[in-house]
């Protein structure tokens, strides 16, 4: 359990969550990093890669079909 960090390895971060920064907390990983917020009931967890910005913000989406494999359009919206 020596590789596994401590307290001491996540900083302060925000993630806009439907249009509202939320304070959660972020650890690097190299070239990536992860975050976790406390959803009161559930928990957002954000992994990164090489995002390149610092800026991350999120969407509740209530039907996921549009985004499902097999479901999403490429093109022009008609």
């Known amino acids: ?3 596994v960090p401590g307290r001491e390895a996540w900083r302060p971060f925000e993630i806009e969550v439907d249009g509202t ?3 959660c907390e972020r650890q690097d990983l190299g070239e990536d990093w992860i975050a976790v ?3 009161a009931d559930e928990y957002l967890y954000v992994h990164a ?3 390149g910005s610092e800026v991350i913000s999120v969407a509740t989406i209530a039907d996921i079909t549009p985004y499902v494999d097999g479901n999403r359009r490429i093109g022009p919206l008609s």
Do not use: K, S
Request: aromatic share 0%; net charge positive; no cysteine.
């Open 37 to 39: 917020h406390n959803l």
């Open 49 to 51: 890669q090489h995002t």
């Open 1 to 3: 359990m020596n590789a």
């Open 21 to 23: 920064r939320r304070g």
